[in-house]
């Protein structure tokens, strides 16, 4: 029996819904891959807000002698600088990241994102009493564990340095998909 080819408008017609079944399909995928990506920023967002509630709900624990200092008592001189990174690299960068951006290794499995001190707003809630404060006590509300064993010079060294990471942050700098 012979076999009827198709005529030029069946071909067509074919044609048309193979398209329209690979815009359906791409499509979808699309849609699907926005959704996730929505998602998961809004997952960031909120983390980052509890972060930011923990931060603010701390400034009320820190006493008031640290509150009030607006600089360090140890000049932040280049040996300072040094000895605040060494200080840094050995004891923050696990969580914090050795650039201070907050994505260290150990970030991702912290139930609040550690500070980034490469965003400047974020780095400006606390002054630098503030900072060596929490260096010494940590703090149960944002999972910053205390390191009182760092000798009180080298806690200032550190806040300097912590200083000047977020002096040396670009202003165009914006936090991504934290950490």
Not at 47 to 56: G, N, S, T, V, Y
Not at 117 to 145: C, N, R
């Amino acid at each position: 029996m012979p076999v009827n080819k198709p005529t030029r408008g069946t071909r067509l017609m074919l044609l048309r819904c193979l398209v329209a079944l690979a815009l359906a399909v791409l499509t979808a995928a699309t849609t699907a891959a926005q959704e996730k990506h929505r998602e998961q920023h809004d997952a960031h967002d909120a983390a980052r807000a509890e972060h930011r509630r923990a931060m603010l709900a701390l400034k009320d624990e820190i006493p008031e002698a640290y509150r009030i200092m607006e600089r360090t008592p140890v000049v932040p001189d280049e040996d300072s600088l040094q000895q605040g990174r060494k200080q840094f690299l050995r004891n923050c960068s696990l969580c914090h990241g050795a650039s201070g951006d907050g994505g260290g290794p150990a970030a991702a499995a912290l139930k609040t994102p550690p500070a980034n001190f490469l965003d400047k707003q974020h780095s400006a809630v606390y002054g630098p009493g503030e900072k060596f404060w929490i260096i010494g006590h940590g703090s149960g509300k944002t999972g910053m564990p205390a390191f009182s064993d760092i000798p009180l010079v080298d806690r200032w060294h550190l806040v300097n340095y912590i200083l000047h990471l977020q002096q040396q942050a670009p202003e165009t700098w914006q936090e991504h998909g934290h950490h």
